[in-house]
């Protein structure tokens, strides 16, 4: 049975099968694919562009997002045949963080993507990765909604 990367994607978050990843423990975390070509590497956030409505641990915050960066490059890798002539594309999610850390209406507002078809892919799979992970709780009956910016770039060999 061929699986596409989505579909791996869908299977770790069932809890179903492990992948190996590397992330780096920066507030600006990056993964980079080591593998043969086509490689990849994901920019999430940054202190200077992320944006917090409501009082929440930002650290924490980062950290469960950086925990789920391999996760969301597979988003970028599922679509990299379909790209435009960009090698860059930048995602930004709005998230609402409820009771229990839980991620409520996750909602793409910006994709610089301007394939359709690679845009609602891409963007499809990232609010169903980000829907699934746990944030840290908010203060007691507080629901936090932040904006986080993801930055996708297409390593091409020369």
Do not use: W
């Not at 009082?55 to 969301?72: A, C, D, Q, T, Y």
């Not at 301007?114 to 845009?119: H, K, Q, S």
């Amino acid at each position: 049975m061929n699986q596409t990367k989505f579909d791996i994607a869908r299977t770790f978050i069932s809890g179903l099968a492990l992948l190996s990843f590397t992330a780096c423990s920066t507030p600006s975390a990056s993964v980079d694919n080591t593998s043969e070509a086509p490689q990849f590497s994901i920019i999430a956030g940054g202190e200077d562009t992320e944006m917090y409505d409501g009082e929440i641990n930002k650290e924490s915050v980062r950290r469960s997002i950086r925990g789920r960066l391999h996760l969301l490059k597979l988003c970028y890798e599922n679509v990299s045949s379909q790209l435009d002539d960009s090698d860059k594309t930048k995602v930004v999610a709005r998230i609402e963080i409820h009771k229990g850390g839980d991620a409520r209406n996750v909602r793409i507002i910006e994709n610089t993507q301007t394939n359709g078809a690679a845009n609602e892919k891409l963007s499809e799979c990232l609010v169903e990765i980000l829907s699934a992970t746990k944030f840290p709780s908010p203060p007691t009956g507080k629901v936090v909604q932040i904006v986080y910016p993801f930055h996708f770039q297409l390593k091409r060999s020369r």
